[in-house]
């Protein structure tokens, strides 16, 4: 059997070959396909020389097809059909969906409602399947590994930036929070009384220290921290029963301070920093994905409306 090497066929030829064998007739097949009459016998030639046959046949009638041409108009259609189908772009419906995706960062509560976010996902496309993840992990990488799909953080990745995308979701002040109880609770907390105060951090990533102390190492100081968490939600208890600082975005945390004994200060002048940015990450291979496409125009239109 002659083996045929597919890259030096050119599969124009094949649309040619199917108006051809339909029509049965150069002429007729030429204006079809809106090209001259030499341009396809030309393409004919080819075409005979690919099959090695001659695919139509002069007859008392004008051209008939060789047997071999006759086999290949029952699967020639198909073939094209299936090939137009792999490059033409999928249809979406969510109702359709069955697929499971991974919502995960520390700060995901922060800027998405998820809970209202899901009752809008499942009435549009009930198979589908969401897990959220709060717990500090090292999301930039799980993105580019595949493990998570959407990742909301106010940090900006320091490694795997070129095959990620992201969108600006929200701002929030840095704040001070303390309990009520806390002797610091009707003092402005000046920078000196800041770095002696006990502090706890929210591990972002689970692992330390805090960005603020690695600024503060930079500029020669330190504060005094005894706690780490890897709980946003815990914050709010250990404020009201010790009288351990903490630093967050107050978009973070607002949820959780109603009716508690909760007090928020600014930052020290000296420490004043920008205010933090929320972006939703997604990684780019499934930048193009219509349900990916779908969700991420839910989310934002959602906090961005």
Known sequence: MREMNLRSIDLNLLTILQILLEEKHVTRAAERLHMSQSAVSRALQRL?????????VKSAEG??????ALKLSTELTLILQTISGLIQEPEFNP??????????????????????FMHQVLDQAPALKIEVSTIPADYFTQLSKGQVDFFVSGIKPNKHSENLHSKHLSCSELAIL??????????????????????????????????LDDHLESIGLKRNVVLKLSDMRSVVEYCEKTNILFML??????????????VTKPLPRELKCPDASFYLYWHARFHKDPLHCWIREMLISQVIP
């Open 48 to 56: 005979r020389l690919v099959f090695n046959d001659p695919l139509l």
């Open 63 to 68: 051209y008939s097809l060789s047997s071999r």
């Open 95 to 116: 109702l359709k969906v069955a697929a499971t995706l991974r919502f995960a960062g520390i700060d995901l509560d922060a800027c998405i409602d998820m809970p209202t």
């Open 178 to 211: 303390l309990g009520k109880q806390n002797p610091l609770a009707d003092q402005c907390i000046d920078l000196n009384t800041y770095l002696q105060a006990m502090h706890g951090y929210v591990a972002i990533t689970g692992k330390g220290p805090a960005l």
């Open 249 to 262: 975005p107050v978009v973070a945390i607002s949820n959780l301070l109603a009716g508690r004994n909760i």
